[in-house]
């Protein structure tokens, strides 16, 4: 820019300088004048071009041709100066446009005088002037042209980093009309005033300027024609591209709808499908023309049909926008399809019922799943059955319909298998899923239809009848289980015997609650249970207040050793040979404080139930090595009579019994040679191998060990041998059945052939009679207890009976002179 200011600058300087101020007369400052004032601010736009025609541009070309390039310069940068002036707010941009004005002006003028035209003095009938004119005006149009447009597009090309002839073509060359224009009307003004004079040319100023307005209205109706034209064409245009969107677009709808991943549907209001989607086709299994020739009826459930018209006809009628709801719809195949059903309408002004747009998704998957949770949330999952939650909610809901009918009748039966620890224990934990699952399907088969059976947990299972029956026919129910349980199960190749414990209910007016009533049933269980097993008992009130007074026992019990209402009871064991007593035996017993005496058998088996048999055996034990160790030192140091302590088989489940055993010797300083320790047959059954562990280690001690009670219970006889046993105490319910003449010793034989066999000695329980006394002492049984002898007595009594008979025979044969007291036990 700085440039081109520059150059234009030297060439307006060497224009001023070789002005002819010969040639300024009063028409150019006219001339002059009506150019700077007037012509550069009337201008005409050509339409569908960029650029205007001004009146400027034809006085310049005029002065070009009148007056000589000089004054041409001067006049073309002067009126290029005040134009931008008036439209530019960057003074470099007014300068540059009139330095560049002046040099296209002079390059113009260069250009007519190398041409060698001659038109200062036009000779009147020249016939060839006016053709000269032509080529100086095509000159000059040319000229001009090239000289500004270059210029201009140098500046852009450069201003904007784009390539210079891109520039030119794109923002320029269509602007050639512009000079052409202004060319052609110079030279027609310049004909004119050679033939008619300058004058002409100042009076046809106001024909110009009408001319000029003429054609600048003229060329504007064209401009708004061609406005009207172009938007007509864009609208035709935007009206072809709408026509292709709607096309795309309804291409873009049917591909939508064709292929979308849910069923979409068009239907008429009466039903009937009019066109369906290909996922639909998949979720019902009808292809599209067996859809069309059918209705949606056809193939939604009956039961579902009523709920679904009501929606469509709160639809139709404006009631509701739309409605969705969960449907059943039947697969071509007959299998049960659930879907999510969503309906709206399509409006059309032209129908009288509007068609529906139905969109049905395949939710069968999801609708199993839940299914199947709720399933698994209400049953068990191992045997099927429905579990506790189920079961108690059926309960409830039965002593509800019992509340509101007196003649609905409600029984439950609650089933505890007998011994399946042991299963599990012996054959594993499969073999014990397998015999659940068959006991399962042998209850299943043992009710009504209307009843229901569940699994609580672990081998616990109820059943619940209710409705119209008779309550004999539950008993029967339990009679059918337990003569069904009576047959083999046969698992894996094992033959499983199984057996239950059955508590039945009838509800009564006192039962208000399904926990209330699965409270007695559970309470006739264990009644049955500790009745002997493998058979059923109805649940009376009596049984009621037995498990309420079992409970406070079991309460009491927990306080009873802190209290010291449990002690020991001792009595003497005697030799039959020789009549002296040689050994003492503990009995525990519990002074209840409102109940007075509880038998051993009542409160051990409570404490073995509720965990309590380690402490109680471990506090007798030690109690008892404590109160007899000082009493047998000071009346019997030279007879070694032995101290007997009851062992439950539940102790043999602490790891540490024996070492427990000793640390009590080792604290209260009882010599273990004197103690003995009577254990029952059922230890070989629940412990097994480690019972023979621990009873060593305990023999290992210096400790006997006796088997009391022989013969009532579980007995093997490949144990006896195993264990280290010293002493068979032989049962009173083997000794009461001897009679006066010595009969009825059949057992009592076997037992004491069975331990001479074994070399182990025998001691009888329970002698009452000098009969008794006499066949045992005939069959040659090592010793006898009873009260035949001595009673149970406490630990005074039993101080002064030994300070009074150790080392005295009281037993003699004839029996002259015995002793006999006469108690009750």
């Known amino acids: 820019m700085f440039a081109v200011i520059i150059c234009g600058l030297a060439v307006l300087s060497g224009a001023v300088y070789r ?8 028409n150019f400052l006219l001339l002059f ?12 736009k050509i339409p569908k ?18 007056y000589g390039g000089e004054l041409a310069i001067i006049l073309s940068a002067v009126e290029a100066f005040f134009s931008s002036w008036r439209f530019c707010n960057r003074k470099l941009t007014v300068f540059f446009n009139s330095a560049a004005v002046a040099i296209s002006t002079a390059l113009v003028y260069m250009a007519l005088s190398l041409s060698g035209l001659n038109l200062d003095s036009p000779a009147a009938g020249n016939g060839s002037y006016p053709q ?22 140098v500046h852009d090309a450069l201003k904007n980093e784009l390539p210079l002839w891109e520039t030119w073509k794109n923002k320029y060359a269509y602007s050639f009309i512009t000079y052409f224009v202004g060319a052609v009307s110079a030279g027609i003004l ?7 004079g300058f004058v002409v040319i100042f009076a046809s100023f106001p024909v110009i300027f009408f001319i000029f307005l003429t054609y600048k209205m003229y060329l504007k109706n064209i401009e708004m024609s061609i406005q009207q034209a172009e938007q007509a064409e864009e609208a035709n245009r935007k009206l072809e591209e709408k026509a292709v969107e709607l096309s795309e677009s309804e291409e873009r709808f049917r591909s939508a709808f064709n292929h979308a991943p849910i069923g979409i549907a068009l239907v008429a209001a009466d039903g009937k499908w009019l066109k369906v989607n290909h996922a639909l086709c998949r979720i019902l299994g009808y292809s599209e023309d067996e859809f069309l020739g059918m209705d949606f009826q056809s193939v939604l459930f009956p039961e579902d049909l009523g709920d679904t018209l009501i929606k469509i006809n709160e639809l139709i009628s404006g009631r509701s926008p739309n409605c969705q709801m969960e449907q059943r719809y039947i697969h071509k195949a007959g299998k049960t399809v659930w879907t999510l059903w969503s309906v709206s309408t399509a409006a059309d002004s032209k129908m009288a019922a509007p068609n529906l747009i139905f969109q049905i998704q395949d939710i069968t998957g999801r609708k199993l799943a839940e299914a199947k949770l709720k399933h698994e949330a209400t049953h068990d999952i191992l045997t099927g059955l429905p579990n506790r939650k189920m079961f108690m909610a059926r309960l409830s809901a039965a002593l509800k319909t019992a509340g509101k009918n007196r003649n609905h009748k409600i029984s439950v039966l609650f089933i505890d298998l007998d011994r399946f620890k042991y299963v599990n224990d012996s054959l594993g934990h499969l073999i014990g899923d397998e015999l659940l699952i068959g006991i399962a399907n042998r209850l299943r088969d043992c009710l009504r239809p209307s009843d229901i059976v569940a699994r609580l947990g672990g081998d616990e299972f109820t059943i619940l009848v209710e409705g119209g029956y008779d309550q004999n026919e539950v008993v029967r129910i339990a009679e059918r289980i337990n003569q069904k349980f009576s047959q083999p199960f046969d698992l894996g190749g094992y033959e499983v015997y199984s057996s239950a414990s059955i508590g039945i209910l009838h509800a009564s007016d006192q039962h208000l609650s399904a926990e209330d009533m699965m409270r007695d049933a559970d309470t006739a269980m264990y009644q049955a249970k500790r009745a002997g097993k493998a058979r059923h008992e109805v649940f009376d009130e009596q049984m009621h207040h037995a498990a309420k007074e079992m409970l406070q026992l079991e309460t009491d019990l927990r306080r009873a050793v802190e209290n010291g209402e449990i002690y020991a009871m001792y009595q003497p064991i005697f030799s039959l040979s020789t009549g002296e007593i040689t050994g003492i035996e503990a009995l525990t017993r519990w002074m209840h404080p409102k109940l007075g005496k509880i038998a051993p058998a009542r409160f051990i088996n409570i404490a073995e139930e509720i965990g309590m048999i380690d402490s109680l055996g471990e506090y007798i034990l030690e109690r008892t090595c404590r109160e007899i160790g000082p009493i047998l030192n000071a009346v019997s140091p030279e007879h070694q009579i032995t101290l007997s302590v009851n062992l439950s088989c539940r102790q043999f489940g602490q790891p540490k019994l024996a070492e427990n055993v000793m640390r009590i010797l080792e604290n209260t300083h009882f010599p273990a040679n004197r103690l003995k320790l009577e254990i029952t047959e059922s230890i070989f059954f629940e412990y097994q191998v480690k019972a023979i562990e621990m009873l060593n280690q305990i023999r290992e001690f210096g400790i006997e060990i006796d088997i009391d009670d022989f013969g009532t219970g579980y007995s093997n006889l490949g144990y006896l041998i195993k264990l280290p046993i010293s002493t068979l105490k032989i049962d009173r319910s083997f000794v009461d059945p001897i009679d006066q003449e010595g009969r009825n010793t059949e057992i009592v034989k076997t037992v004491l052939a069975l331990a001479r066999n074994l070399g182990l000695k025998t001691v009888a329980e329970g002698i009452e009679t000098e009969h008794q006394l006499r066949a045992l002492k005939q069959l040659g049984c090592d010793g006898a207890q009873g009260f035949f002898f001595a009673k149970p007595m406490e630990l005074d009594e039993l101080r002064q009976y030994l300070s009074e008979n150790t080392g005295t025979k009281l037993i003699e044969l004839p029996f002259d002179g015995v002793p006999i007291v006469a108690t009750l036990q």
Do not use: E, Y
């Open 190 to 196: 310049h004909l004119l005033a050679g033939s008619l």
């Open 19 to 26: 002005m002819p101020v010969q040639k300024v007369d009063l």
């Open 132 to 153: 000269k004119v032509i080529v100086a005006l095509s000159i000059i149009a040319v000229t001009q042209f090239i000289a500004n447009t270059a210029l201009a597009s």
């Open 33 to 44: 004048c009506f150019t700077i004032g007037v012509g550069s601010r009337l201008t005409v």
């Open 49 to 66: 071009f960029k650029s205007h025609i001004a009146v400027s541009d034809t006085f310049i070309f005029l002065a070009l041709l009148t």
